[in-house]
């Protein structure tokens, strides 16, 4: 929300301050930020009845909602929903923060419900279905398909491999560019069939219609429905910077589904939810922001604010923006400073990092470290509060692991590859600038090293342990990010008792991060283990 709240204020001109709908040939869904807009409504009217909201009104509200979307937007060709599914375990870590703070916050609606593997999911994907069926009969265009990719729909391989498997958010964009890239395939196709039969006249047709960015390409009015998160705008970005010209896309960010009279509409398109043209944000970031000439600008940006924070990595403690300079601001002028004539960020370095430019990286975190200045001391007493020690060691180690998920989350959110199912950051604050400095200053070939062992070796560590415990990748999600308050979400007995005294194992061992019970899969899987055996003799 920080991040779009920026680029608004940036790019004020990417906001579509009409609000008009308008007829789409393709439309994009992420349920889960549906569920929890409509949620969040549902209890600002609850505070004001005496009426409690149930799951059954949510996802009321939420399937209403889409229906709605589809009736303004009115898509010719297709409307894909999708329901977060298993989660690369990079962004674990960060939606059991998210949850541990959900379950403090309390109130009548849990929103932790909204996790794959919970029995409110598993309603949700059968709502969705009848949905589709409904959807399928009730649009007449001869093109049009509804597609419903459900939480419990990705297998272990497609999520190693950055498949479909992940956040609502992330299925959406890939959708969007595999779609995107087959339709570019067809039409290079019919060119190259065209000139193999020698068809000259058809061959000049299509290749005057390219040159004059004309349809069916050009036209293509896609509409991507997310929430307000950093991830969505970082993605639609990327996936325009990675397009053809003549590419058009409307972000529908959703903040209430009913807004203002109850309706979809409201002054606009979902009430009170924004319209952003992601041309105009992309080229807008690239010029204005970044000061680069071309579309690529835009990927860079969202490759720089990794180190500002996202689901996946923690913000450097010097550019957050509760510091003495608004941390986005001056990473960008930072950026602006070290980069050199056809110089990127995201390109030239070793491929285990997605070709992550250390280089670039190591000038750039050099001079935020010159902003770092504080009381003597004050790293070392940083490292022990957020990081839980200070030894030379173990920083080291974060630091390598800092990097590494910094690549990750590059790639992740600008290219759609997942470059390990089961790589993540443990923990939920980063080195200060200085330290990564000086570990890419001295110990660059270790960092690589140890990203390398950390692709190849994590993803079967995880797996190993879930297959000992014998659930389902679904459900080993929801039991690594669902705190013990929640266990009554949790069907199967034996899981419900797993979550609690796996809770309390990673409490008392306090490995890592202490802030919170960190992902240990292994004391998960033998806890689920002892659990089955316990609820076997009870019977």
Known sequence: MRLFQYVARKVPAAILRDGKARECDEMYVDITAVIHAAANNLQQKQRRSTSAVSEEDVIAASVAYIERLAEMFSPAERLYVAADGVSPRATMQARRVISHRNRCDGGEWNSNAVTPGTAFMERVDAALATLEDRLMARNTAPAFVATVSQSASADAAECDRGGRGGCGLAKVFREVREAREVREAREAREVREAREAREVREAREVREVREAGAPPLAGRRVVIVGGMDDEVLLMAMAEYAGARPGFYATLLVVRDPAGPGGGAGGGGAGGRSTLVDVRSLAEGVAHSVMGAATRAGATEFGALVALVGNSAVPCLPSLNDNADFDGIDALVGIYKDCIRTDERLMGGGPAVLGGLNIDLLRRILGCVASGEDGMPGWRNRYHVAALGSADHGFVHQKCEAYVAMVAWSASYMLRGVCLSGGMYYDGTHAPTALNLYNALSDHLERIVAAADRALRATSDDFDRARAAARVSRTEWQMLLVLPASDAALVRRPHLR????????????????????????????????QRAERRCAADI
């Open 497 to 528: 008792r797993a979550i609690e005294t796996h809770v309390a194992h990673t409490v008392a061992g306090r490995r890592a991060c202490h802030n919170l019970p960190t992902i240990d899969v292994h004391l998960l899987s033998t806890a689920i």
